[in-house]
């Protein structure tokens, strides 16, 4: 009899599984569920993108492709960034197709990171952060951002866990849960810190596309003193509505786009070729879909936020992403109480801000990728629950 | 502002000026003032519910009638078509480019209802010279809502 215990990985055996997804389970044996829970686009990926899809599968392209990607995908991918965000990736070598971002950011923190290398990792964030970080060697650091700041990093937070192990900068915004996004003039400060030592930032970009000021996302690799230290990551499931498609990209400096790719040569080969067609299409011809889309998330956000706020849960204004993050504090439980209760009282699911790291206690968070609808109907079960919990 | 309001109420007549005030980002009493000026000046026309009768059994048939017309001198289509609409059966009229003329929506209890209707009060038309029938099978989508069952939210429930 194999001990798996002792077989496998003790890195990878130590990650806790998530919690969330136990939660998800319960929601998912229970009938008339209504889910604020999931982090997709309810929107199908726009018709002229899917017909790119089959029209190239049509017409054979079903190989592999370049390590790197498709080459014409590459320079859109270049033209995109420049007249979205003005940073400017030579789509000859600067510029890597992953399989979503997801693999970019695998990728990124595994070219990076020698054993013991410390990851600064602003929270609540997207999960995978903290367990990529410990599977490549790294031990990861966390700065538990703030409410009062918009769950911004500021520079006395940065300042304060530098140290001379610290190797990468993680800045996952806007950010998926709190919606939050760091401004130019947040970012200058960020680059004063970070200027004269080696620190690497991992910009995870994946919802620039979702921003409701009206300005566009800032990206830091279009401000002085953080191009040649960081790496871009973004992708097509978030802004294009085509998360089933797994394409993303990873941009930066050639020689970590050299290492990252020499990676994703050996454990990828090339990203999917039929999701590559589609994804020109997409950049090249659809910025009304994405313009549309934009703007059926902004009514939403609207509608969520004033919602929570109206029935007593303090919810700040979400600048990007598409989810809410209102605080529950006021109701004396736990995010997890919470949601567990929520969840079996009125069979609402929306998901404790503890699965974004400890700091996301006394939040949940909600996502309005849903109908306007369906959101009201998520508040008024939820209005329901708190006048019954008093 | 007007543009984006009316959008939202042809979606659905149902939701508030509250409502609309917080989607769109506007003060509640300025949709109102847009409401009711567009009421005022005719372009909001009235609410309606968006009703399935086939769920009702034998409630509701309905068919497209093709008309051809001779137009009147100086009067054009306008004097058949407002003759036309008047009748209770009759729920659209419009005048249409290419091979017919009128196009007219009629709805009845039964089909023979409806056969009747179109043999002794459309066809006896004296400017009327041709009419072709096709009765509605099968509404898949009505004023812009899918009667049918649409896809279900088939995303996994990842945690992402």
Redesign the interface.
Known sequence: MIDYGKVLNKTVTDIKP?G??KF?DI??TMDDVI?L????P?FQTPWSIRKAGIESLQRGKTKYTSNWGLIELRREISNYLERKFSVKYCPENEILVTVGGSEAIDMALRALINYGDEVIIPQPS??CYEPITRIAGGVPVIVNTKAENDFKITAEELRSVITDKTKVLILPYPS?PTGAIMEKEDLLEIAKVLDGTDIMVLSDEIYAELTFSGKPHVSPASLEGFFERTITVNGFSKAFSMTGWRLGFACGPKPVIDEITKIHQFAIMSSPTTSQYAAIEALKNCDEDVKYMLKQYN??R??IV?GFNKIGLTCREPKGAFYAFPSIQSTGMTSEEFCEKLLYSKKVAV?PGT?FGESGEGFIRASYCYS??HI?EALSRIEEFLKEIK | MKYEVLKLLSQNAKYSPEDISTMLGITEAEVVDIISELEKDNVIRGYKAVIDWEKLDGAYVSAIVELNVVPKAGLGFEEVAEKIMKYREVEAVYLMSGDYDLNIIVKGKTLQDIAWFVAKELATIDSVTSTATHFVMRRYKDMDVELITGVNDDRGQLFV
């Open positions: 998530s969330i997804r998800f929601a998912a889910s829970g999931v982090g997709e309810d997207y999960v998926n009514m939403r609207r509608m004033a998901v699965a306007v609808e009201k």
